[in-house]
């Protein structure tokens, strides 16, 4: 075959590649990508529910926050914190305070938490026999990292205070159960 059979050959070969392509490409300009939604449609408000309780010690916190979805694994939040501590004949305490959140769901079942949680507190313990009653006023810091079960809207499990120190600590533990639901 000589040069011009082969162009006669693959002529008709190469206008319909250069149709094929010409057409993928139009189909390529005509796409239309999805509107972003809107920052509130992310959005989540719910909280936290922590209680602790022992011989005679009683934790009670409240944790209101909100959260933004940046998609379906990941979601970061705020939150504020009300507490009340209290050890039976030694101290009672009220803990106010703010957190920054971060919720990693791996698989729909699961939440994994980081939580950086800086309160302020405010102490009163009781006179004993060797000590006179006194006040005790401080922040503290704490780094909780928790795992628990989701299903809906709400989970339902454990962190600890990586920052735990047991004679600093705001805390009788490191440990401490949830339950938080965000709507």
Same mark, same amino acid.
């Given at each position: 075959?000589?040069?011009?059979q082969?162009?006669?050959?693959?002529?008709?070969?190469?206008?319909?590649?250069?149709?094929?392509?010409?057409?993928?490409?139009?189909?390529q300009q005509?796409?239309?990508?999805?509107?972003?939604?809107?920052?509130?449609?992310?959005?989540?408000?719910?909280?936290?529910?922590?209680?602790?309780f022992?011989?005679?010690?009683?934790?009670i916190?409240?944790?209101?926050?909100?959260?933004?979805?940046?998609?379906e694994?990941?979601?970061?939040?705020?939150?504020?914190?009300?507490?009340?501590?209290?050890?039976?004949n030694?101290?009672?305490?009220?803990?106010? &305070? /703010?957190?920054?959140?971060?919720?990693? *769901? +791996?698989?729909?079942?699961?939440?994994? #938490?980081?939580?950086?949680e800086q @309160? %302020?507190?405010?102490?009163?313990y009781?006179?004993?026999?060797?000590?006179?009653?006194?006040?005790?006023?401080?922040?503290?810091?704490?780094?909780?990292?928790?795992?628990?079960?989701?299903?809906?809207?709400?989970?339902? &499990? /454990?962190?600890?205070?990586?920052?735990? *120190? +047991?004679?600093?600590?705001?805390?009788? #533990?490191?440990?401490?159960?949830? @339950? %938080?639901?965000?709507?």
């Amino acid at each position: 075959m000589n040069k011009n059979q082969i162009s006669i050959v693959f002529k008709p070969f190469y206008v319909i590649m250069v149709l094929f392509f010409f057409n993928y490409t139009s189909a390529q300009q005509n796409y239309v990508i999805d509107q972003s939604p809107n920052f509130w449609d992310k959005v989540q408000f719910g909280g936290g529910l922590g209680l602790g309780f022992g011989s005679g010690y009683t934790n009670i916190s409240v944790m209101p926050s909100a959260i933004y979805n940046v998609n379906e694994i990941v979601s970061l939040g705020v939150g504020l914190q009300f507490g009340y501590l209290y050890q039976k004949n030694y101290y009672d305490s009220f803990v106010y &305070g /703010a957190s920054f959140l971060t919720y990693v *769901n +791996p698989i729909p079942q699961i939440q994994l #938490s980081a939580e950086l949680e800086q @309160v %302020r507190v405010n102490t009163n313990y009781e006179a004993t026999y060797y000590f006179p009653a006194y006040s005790d006023n401080f922040w503290n810091t704490a780094l909780y990292l928790g795992a628990g079960y989701r299903t809906g809207n709400v989970t339902i &499990g /454990a962190r600890y205070d990586v920052l735990y *120190n +047991p004679n600093t600590s705001l805390y009788g #533990s490191g440990f401490m159960p949830f @339950v %938080r639901a965000y709507f």
